[in-house]
């Protein structure tokens, strides 16, 4: 069982950045795609970002695109969000998944799942 852990929620004023991390210690963090989703109260989980073992490639939901920025440092067991020009349309539960090999999802079928970080958007 892999289990991740995310980091870095809070509140943030719209404008303002924050950059989530999700780490874990799966020693063959290298061989899992990683992604991030994110979830608000009465709506359905959806897709923000992903990322490829390697790193080579990267995925973003339109809504996203252009303002956040996902990572991965395999040295440090460790993928993060970078979250640029926050809108309150934002704030939500961000949730770190893992998928072992190379296909790397923009759906829900990833193998872990971890518990989540709260961001909060003040307008």
């Known amino acids: 069982q892999v289990q991740l852990v995310e980091s870095g929620g809070g509140l943030v004023q719209a404008g303002g950045s924050r950059r989530l991390s999700c780490t874990t210690s799966e020693r063959s963090f290298n061989s899992y795609a990683m992604g991030w989703f994110r979830q608000a109260p009465g709506t359905e989980r959806e897709f923000v970002a992903a990322i490829s073992w390697s790193g080579g490639s990267t995925y973003y939901a339109d809504s996203v695109k252009g303002r956040f920025t996902i990572s991965r440092d395999n040295a440090k067991n460790t993928v993060y969000l970078q979250m640029n020009s926050l809108k309150p349309e934002d704030a939500a539960v961000y949730i770190c998944?893992?998928?072992?090999?190379?296909?790397?999802?923009?759906?829900?079928?990833?193998?872990?799942w971890g518990q989540g970080t709260q961001v909060t958007v003040s307008s």
């Open positions: 998944a893992a998928n072992r090999g190379i296909v790397v999802p923009r759906g829900d079928t990833y193998d872990y």
